[in-house]
């Protein structure tokens, strides 16, 4: 059975439309969010290189890059563009996406009963609520 990747691919932009709650078609690559972004030199792809990617559905590639996790979500990119794209909100559905790719279930149970004093309940919970 062939699978059709152009199919997946929409669905994950879908998705991440969804969760952002933005609409990638509207941006048409001013590059004024990358042009404003204080972390754009740590990033491999600057801000509007990945919007480009989404639109082209270039999900995997995207996924593979360091970008998202740069974004400091400081909201200038949204107080520059002239279409008012949250890059942050898309950056932050990119997060989630691929923390669910790669993120094992965390059982809190197998850890010592040392660890669990030592460590602050706020860590564990946050822990496993990334899983859930």
């Known amino acids: ?3 059709n990747i152009e ?3 929409y669905e994950l ?3 991440i439309e969804e969760r952002s709650n933005q609409k990638l078609i509207n941006c048409y690559q001013c590059g004024k969010c990358s042009a404003g972004c204080p972390s754009v ?3 491999d792809v600057p801000p509007h290189e990945i919007v480009r ?3 082209l559905g270039l999900i ?3 996924l593979k890059v360091n970008s998202p996790w740069y974004c400091t979500s400081c909201f200038t990119c949204i107080s520059r ?3 008012l794209i949250d890059i942050a909100r898309i950056m932050e559905a ?3 996406y691929n923390l669910n790719e790669t993120f094992q279930s965390f059982d809190p149970n197998v850890l010592s009963d040392e660890v669990k004093t030592r460590l602050p309940q706020q860590a564990l919970v946050s822990l496993w609520r990334k899983g859930t």
Do not use: T
């Open 1 to 3: 059975m062939e699978i």
């Open 7 to 9: 199919i997946i691919n």
């Open 13 to 15: 932009r879908e998705a």
């Open 41 to 43: 030199n740590l990033m």
């Open 53 to 55: 990617m989404l639109q």
């Open 60 to 62: 995997d590639e995207v």
């Open 81 to 83: 563009c002239p279409r």
């Open 94 to 96: 990119l997060r989630y």
